[in-house]
């Protein structure tokens, strides 16, 4: 059955730490993975990696993949209030849209 | 329009009464994809349009859900005689074609409670 699974579950660091998430993946004919920051409502698009060992960056946030070893990692530095949300990882198989699955998040809280 | 839009956003009922959820996706956008979040958990895949057409219905619950998507735009989800467990939150969301590999774009969701 294919699955996607995020750790930690929930993660509370201070305001300027590093953080890194870690997103496992088992997808039958796996296209890409995303990454998506949720605050309180809509979960907004990050990151969406097809290749591996490429690092895509934007800012603070920064994500790779290894499809090799079927994980992705998203790394936030310098770590700011505005950062705490639940960041949700998804997989997305080849011509399956229909078929994209999401982790059930990692909670991220910064404390000031 | 700007972004994708749902209503209502907020939603209290009884159990056993019929609820029905709205979506207006991107303009342009012809993939459209219901979900449900449980709290505490994950996107639970509900259903997904290309078009006007559903080609998996597989991940609707039960059979008191349905959906319909007409004119190639607005979606509507129907929960019929809802149940407590039907709390949660529905997260629409759309994408250009479905074989472009592009990212989905969520709405805010409606928060339907079931008393």
């Keep these: 059955e294919d699955k996607v699974v995020q750790s930690p579950l929930s993660l509370v660091v201070h305001e300027g730490d590093t953080v890194t998430l870690n997103c496992s993946y088992e997808v039958t004919n796996f296209r890409s993975l995303l990454w998506y920051k949720q605050e309180k409502k809509a979960p907004t698009f990050l990151f969406m990696l097809t290749s591996s060992g490429i690092e895509k960056k934007s800012g603070r946030l920064s994500s790779i993949l290894d499809k090799k070893e079927l994980f992705s990692i998203l790394n936030i530095t310098a770590t700011q209030t505005g950062d705490s949300a639940v960041y949700l990882c998804a997989a997305s198989p080849l011509n399956r849209d229909d078929k994209i699955i999401f982790g059930k998040g990692t909670r991220l809280h910064i404390l000031p | ?115």
């Excluded at chain 2, 994708?4 to 342009?28: A, F, H, M, W, Y």
């Excluded at chain 2, 259903?47 to 059979?63: E, R, T, V, W």
């Excluded at chain 2, 019929?80 to 989905?104: F, G, I, K, M």
């Design chain 2, 1 to 115: 329009g700007a972004g994708v839009s749902q209503s209502p956003s907020n939603k209290v009922t009884e159990k056993g009464k019929d609820v029905e959820l709205r979506c207006d996706p991107i303009s342009g956008h012809t993939a459209l994809y219901w979900y449900r979040q449980s709290l505490g958990q994950g996107l639970e895949f509900l259903i997904y349009f290309q078009g006007n057409s559903a080609p998996d219905k597989s991940g609707l619950p039960s059979d008191r859900f349905s959906a319909e998507r007409t004119g190639g735009s607005v979606s509507t989800l129907t929960i019929q005689r809802t149940q407590q467990e039907d709390s949660a939150v529905y997260l629409c969301a759309s994408s250009l074609a479905s074989t472009s590999n592009q990212p989905q774009h969520f709405g805010d969701g409606t928060r339907l409670s079931i008393l």
